[in-house]
């Protein structure tokens, strides 16, 4: 097996265990075993764990931008309805998994976000990517007449996503489908109105 | 020093060293020399770190009484002002510790619901407490035709707690203090109107 794909396979381990256990509460050698790869390479690798979760960072990144991302840029005509796509394709990932995971970006902000300046820095970039991709589409959809011409977008989309957090992290511990049908409820219903 | 205050100690010096740092981040030695009890006492006042996390909960429930909730139940006439009085409060504690420490329920849910269920179940209980005080406080604004007669008063007050759960997790990556008052802006100049 090559370096890249000995590589990726430690990381695509390691993005399902430490979504569910969290990062400081997963070993290396859980990893390592987990990826089926010989205990001690990780180093090999990986110059420690610090760089080897802002190298997961940006897996995690790719991986929502394959999968929900993809929805607000679609050629649905409704912008809203792309809006409504992307939250409807996160939920049912969380769905998919019990409603045990949240998010794997929150989760590690959660973590770390107060901790750690790499892993502050880069968990900042990578929200603020995701809030343009969610602000633009509110501008066409409030240039399409779809929703309350006097929200900012850009200051409605970080309203929106990081109620949509809150709304993970209440699932977590509620393991329920309920305060994602909540969040899509009023920022739907009544905040985009 | 008897055994209630030690124990007491223990569980002080725990508070704001796992708010900061997280659970699974803090080890029982960084804590015991923090409150300067001596190693190994951790497993005379607790059965285990679980049991201690547990403990933890009720001591951060208490705290967030003492200094939040009050504001909930104060002699404020206007009952959506004692509404802005607990967040307008929440937010001055995030601002004394420069926005590194968010909220230490919602850290340990972000950290423990997904994973251990005596934490679930005891969280899930907690936030619904919360969720009641605030759920109260809107029924009588509602009364008093201070908010949105449409809203239910218990469905938005899971939201508006979710939402701030997920701002105070924004606040730690950005270092900022404006996740916490877009919130403002977007739960008292939207979505109560």
Same mark, same amino acid.
């Given at each position: 097996?090559?370096?890249?794909?000995?590589?990726?396979?430690?990381?695509?381990?390691?993005?399902?265990?430490?979504?569910?256990?969290?990062?400081?509460?997963?070993?290396?050698?859980?990893?390592?075993?987990?990826?089926?790869?010989?205990?001690?390479?990780?180093?090999?690798?990986?110059?420690?764990?610090?760089?080897?979760?802002?190298?997961?960072?940006?897996?995690?990144?790719?991986?929502?931008?394959?999968?929900?991302?993809?929805?607000?840029?679609?050629?649905?005509?409704?912008?809203?309805?792309?809006?409504?796509?992307?939250?409807?394709?996160?939920?049912?990932? !969380?769905?998919?998994? !019990?409603?045990?995971?949240?998010?794997?970006?929150?989760?590690?902000?959660?973590?770390?976000?107060?901790?750690? !300046?790499?892993?502050?820095?880069?968990?900042?970039?990578?929200?603020?990517?995701?809030?343009?991709?969610?602000?633009?589409?509110?501008?066409?959809?409030?240039?399409?007449?779809?929703?309350?011409?006097?929200?900012?977008?850009?200051?409605?989309?970080?309203?929106?996503?990081?109620?949509?957090?809150?709304?993970?992290?209440?699932? $977590?511990?509620?393991?329920?489908?309920?305060?994602?049908?909540?969040?899509? $409820?009023?920022?739907?219903?009544?905040?985009?109105?």
């Amino acid at each position: 097996m090559n370096k890249e794909s000995t590589k990726d396979k430690i990381i695509e381990a390691a993005a399902t265990i430490i979504n569910e256990k969290g990062f400081n509460n997963t070993g290396i050698q859980e990893i390592l075993r987990a990826a089926d790869v010989p205990k001690g390479s990780f180093y090999f690798y990986f110059r420690s764990k610090e760089d080897f979760g802002l190298e997961l960072v940006d897996y995690y990144m790719h991986f929502l931008k394959e999968k929900l991302v993809k929805h607000l840029k679609s050629s649905e005509r409704s912008h809203l309805n792309r809006l409504r796509n992307f939250f409807n394709a996160a939920l049912e990932i !969380q769905k998919e998994h !019990q409603f045990r995971r949240g998010c794997p970006i929150g989760n590690l902000a959660q973590e770390t976000g107060g901790l750690n !300046q790499a892993f502050q820095a880069k968990l900042k970039i990578t929200f603020n990517r995701m809030t343009t991709e969610i602000g633009r589409c509110l501008e066409l959809a409030q240039k399409s007449g779809e929703i309350d011409a006097s929200l900012d977008p850009y200051e409605t989309a970080d309203f929106i996503l990081n109620s949509w957090e809150g709304a993970l992290l209440r699932m $977590k511990v509620e393991r329920s489908i309920d305060p994602l049908i909540g969040f899509e $409820k009023m920022i739907f219903g009544k905040v985009l109105k």
